[in-house]
DNA sequence: CCCTAAACGAGACGGTACGTCTAGTCTTATG
DNA sequence: CATAAGACTAGACGTACCGTCTCGTTTAGGG
């Protein structure tokens, strides 16, 4: 496969490329994705349900991957709420109980499943992953980090990577294996492990 | 696809299943897995290396996950090696720091992503996956906690489950998202602040 | 592409190919050969006719070309009368005249014409058209030339391909250039002078 | 596909059509036509090398036979060698000889049965091939007859189409079929044949 | 010791989807 | 307004696998 990426800054020649077009792709693959899953989601079938060649695809994404990354990313990011609690415990739960009711039985979650699993073969989908989901939602949750820093709840030094993966890595691997539920009063009693451990400075960056 | 189970005891008729055939399946399946992953895992190349038609292979296995499950197992259970410790925290870093020799950056920990995936939607794998891999593998460390309650370092009714999900998420989550390495520091880190919650009983049953 | 062509003798492996699959491709092949004539058969086409997948049609043809040249066969050699006159004349007559009956105006003239096309660039097809189409008529003819021979109309060394030439060439123009018609007025001329060259020894080989 | 043809007497409006862009677009449609025959030349390529976009080849030919058609036409009309002799023989053997020369393995040959082939489905590339390249060619054999006439050598009433017919259809045909090489012993016979048909007034229009 | 019946290898079968190519049309900016 | 460039819809190309099937060939019991 053959994908042209335009480096150089020159006049751009020829028709232009169609904004309709590419949102017609999206919302189809969108719509499949939700229906069927990553797995099934077939160029093919996006092309049809656009009324788009498959060609018109294979020009705007290198990859089935990444096309349903973005495809993933209009229903991933809208529904990712913003919350600013009193205590960093009330911030972390509303932060994981949101990320649980987006993903948790819902096609949204299978979809991210499906993502993880495509992008350990393409790395390319594996670092936009990175870029475009993971690391906004670091940047968002910082935010969070800091206010308890400020509150003095907090050492100063605390690693955020490692309390967000406390956080977070849980609810994945419940997500990932479904051997137990991701009930509130398992996003509960994660929040305030997360809470404790950060308060007691097990993830100052130094230790 | 039809998978004759036997249910009654007659006595089986006609030439016997063979073993060797399983046998070459699995290695043949076992080496693809680790060459080329879960994804490019065909039915067709298995049967050409193993010199046995797809029949064969469909006769003994649902799916395809079901065949990599099989695989992925022989690798997955004989690298996991016990320890016992003198504290929690030892126990929980050495049963941490094994997962991780075993998945990062291997290709056990490419398929054991690949399964995951797969399980999403293939529910009969899922199960199976729970049963044979989630299962044996808290069994196994229930041992730990309940050492860890015999020598009083936590509260008698923590919730195992919790607490596993809290020591390997965090793991589990670098693994797929490859946004920070699985580093020895991480791994301690992860083990005390499962030590500290533990101690703490952030995860007794009735919270 | 690859198709495999056994050589030896040994014992089949595997599954036979089905002989209801190649008469189920060829007719269907043949339809739309009448229908739309070559330049619009394909392959894609033929398969879905005969409910057929397209790998079957290219593990058996070799190339869009022998499939419809295997198409063509049949209607060309049904089609095909044996005559027996008085004279050379008649003979040729009731050749040429037979073969303009089934070519003038017809969907296996068309069809001929698209294959000699072909066959300009595909070697094999040429080689085919020649060993199947062309070889066993002029060894069907060759028997017209003996008995006038034998009946002394012409000398005996008279070459049988140049005087088909002058038979057939004609009409092969005419069917190929359209700029006059395939009349019968224009058969019977053409008749007699290649009867007259015939008589007068032009096409004696010592020429 | 839609060809606007201007009818009225209207002053042209806006850029006019360039005639150097139809210089390099036939240029490049030889080429090809020499390089890989009629069945390989695709409108994509030629635009390409005459660096030319596709709609300005479909604005000035209708189909792709017909842009074929006038790129053949340049090398086939500057090799049509004229030539007069002392009877209807030679100049019958001079005329087909010059004919083979041009034909015989040669990629005019090849291209001239594409063409061929192709008129049988554009039905206006037949109209115009006939036009342009039969009618012409017989205007200027009508010549050769009317001087073997006006010799005495043949009745006056001769038809041209059929002579002409005998003595370039055995050379089509083994040009097409290639059954047997367009050697000069098979042309100085063929027109010894011809000759002889029209001395002896086979081919009088009121036979 | 043959008979029976299922398992075996091989590979053909009807399909689906792949990623590429070309057709013929449409849409820009440029001349 | 013609042009070069190239994006657009449409659909065929030849390939790779899918899961099933149909062969001829083993390979065990049970008669």
Redo the contacts with the bound molecule.
């Keep these: 496969?053959?994908v042209?990426v335009k480096v150089t800054n020159e006049?751009?020649?020829?028709?232009?490329?169609?904004s309709q077009?590419?949102e017609?792709i999206l919302s189809a693959a969108s719509e499949i994705l939700k229906e069927k899953g990553f797995r099934?989601?077939?160029?093919?079938?996006v092309?049809a349900r656009?009324?788009?060649?498959?060609?018109?695809i294979?020009?705007?994404w290198e990859?089935?991957g990444i096309l349903a990354l973005d495809a993933f990313m209009v229903d991933y990011l809208l529904l990712q709420p913003p919350q600013r609690g009193a205590t960093l415990e009330e911030d972390l739960f509303s932060a994981l109980a949101g990320w649980v009711a987006v993903v948790d039985g819902t096609p949204t979650g299978r979809a991210l499943v499906g993502l993880l699993a495509e992008a350990q073969f393409d790395l390319e989908l594996g670092k936009q992953f990175r870029d475009r989901v993971v690391a906004p939602a670091r940047a968002a949750q910082r935010d969070m980090i800091e206010r308890a820093v400020a509150r003095g709840e907090i050492p100063p030094d605390t690693d955020l990577e490692i309390l967000m993966d406390l956080l977070f890595g849980p609810a994945y691997l419940r997500l990932l294996e479904g051997h137990q539920p991701l009930s509130s009063a398992f996003v509960r009693r994660i929040a305030r492990a997360v809470a404790l451990a950060a308060r007691e400075g097990v993830a100052v960056r130094d230790l």
Tied chains: 1, 2, 3, 4.
């Design positions: 496969m053959i042209t006049a751009p020649r020829g028709r232009p490329r169609s077009c590419r017609a099934d989601l077939t160029i093919e079938e092309a656009a009324h788009v060649g498959k060609a018109t294979y020009r705007n990859t089935r």
